[in-house]
């Protein structure tokens, strides 16, 4: 056991502190960073402070209240009351207002405003100014009826079966599980590559005569799998920390994050799938290292797996319309498509526990069988060099 251990060790830090690691594991926060900045630049840049005049013909600001005041990254913008539109027009040539107002006298029964402007308003500028009439013409309403208008209505979509639904508050919580699936695959393909790599280059440069006369083939390979999935799981939880952090922080600045809530039940689902995938794809990499010759030959081996993972986001259309359809259910069930195909349905659908639970066992069992493939194939083909081992030889009871 202590060799297991001391295997899983070296082969964890082998990887992790190799500076292609660490560059790869800040790369996502990083880039990350760098997209949540530029949108701040641009809704920053697109928030013009210069003040908005009004004209009010219908009295209805006489005494107006102040705007609300917005939220980092778009600025506020004043409100200058004129008497009469010479004015007005006078200040927006001189470039003193962006652009001016007018309230007819018969603004309640239709509704209706006038805008004058030299460059056309930009939507932050205008929305500032419906806050501005709206929260003045509810001067004299109920608190709780004035905050409810101002909230706005929202728009709930639902399904007959009231199995799904959406909204926009609801968007960020469907994006989420479709943001985790895409780390996921990512953080797999590196680890799992990393294991393969290892695997071929030790055949190579016949590392493996030294290191099979001191520990089992058994011993070696599962100390290997071990460090494949501590690296994996070193990756998700670096990006998924980082991903939560943005999420909370940008709560407080992005109001389609507003809505945003981690449900336990989802995130539950989500581990219980991709943990048992995790080693799934791990075994069977490990068993592609131990069957090939080159470490280019196992590259392009790893299509074979990568593909199927990738299918549920290549059909996705598919389960946005039916998310409980037959195809669904059926990659659903199917070990390398199940996890990716979980996390797109349960950001649309309720699915049935039964169907969690049938996904669950189906992926233990096809974990504890890569891991038993990996083994086999190791201890086949860990003395081959130069010689490639077939899917025949794995599963026949002679060993060569």
């Known amino acids: ?139 004299n309403q109920p608190p709780e009826i004035a905050n409810r208008l101002l909230e706005g209505n929202e728009l709930v979509v639902q399904s007959m079966d009231k199995s799904r639904e959406a909204s926009q508050n609801r968007f960020i919580n469907i994006i989420f599980p479709m943001v985790a699936g895409i780390i996921f695959i990512v953080g797999m393909s590196t680890s799992s590559g990393y294991l393969m790599q290892a695997v071929v280059e030790e055949k190579e440069n016949r590392t493996m005569e030294i290191m099979v006369t001191s520990v089992s083939p058994n011993q070696l390979m599962s100390g290997k799998v071990i460090a494949d999935i501590v690296i994996g799981v070193t990756q998700l939880l670096v990006w998924t920390i980082f991903l939560l952090l943005v999420l909370v922080i940008g709560k407080n600045y992005f109001s389609f994050l507003s809505g945003f809530q981690l449900s336990g039940e989802i995130i539950a689902i989500i581990l219980a799938v991709m943990i048992p995938a995790f080693i799934m794809i791990s075994g069977l990499m490990a068993a592609v290292g131990a069957t090939v010759s080159e470490a280019s030959e196992g590259q392009q081996m790893m299509g074979l797996f990568t593909l199927p993972i990738w299918l549920p986001y290549i059909l996705i259309a598919v389960f946005i319309q039916n998310p409980n359809s037959p195809l669904a259910i059926g990659m659903s069930l199917f070990p390398l498509t199940a996890p990716m195909t979980i996390a797109l349905r349960i950001g649309f659908t309720t699915i049935p526990t039964w169907q969690v639970i049938a996904s669950v066992v189906i992926l233990v069992l096809s974990a504890i069988g890569a891991v038993w493939l990996a083994g086999r194939a190791f201890r086949l083909g860990m003395l081959r060099y130069g010689q490639r081992l077939r899917l025949k030889e794995i599963f026949s009871h002679q060993e060569v």
């Not at 102040?66 to 001189?94: C, G, H, I, T, W």
């Open 1 to 139: 056991m202590t060799k297991f251990w001391y295997i899983a060790w070296h082969e964890y830090s082998r990887h992790v502190f190799r500076k292609r690691f660490i560059f790869a594991l800040l790369s996502v926060p990083f880039f990350l960073t760098l997209t949540v900045a530029l949108v701040i630049l641009i809704v920053w840049m697109q928030s013009d402070p210069t003040p908005i005049g009004y004209i009010d013909r219908s009295n209805l600001l006489a005494n107006p209240l102040p705007q609300p005041a917005v939220k980092f990254p778009e600025r506020n913008v004043s409100m200058l009351a004129y008497m009469d539109e010479a004015s007005a027009n006078a200040d927006l040539q001189a470039g003193k207002i962006q652009a001016y107002y007018l309230v007819p006298k018969d603004y309640l029964e239709t509704g209706q405003v006038e805008v004058i402007f030299l460059k056309e308003l930009n939507g932050i500028a205008a929305q500032q100014f419906n806050s501005f009439l709206t929260t003045n013409l509810l001067l």
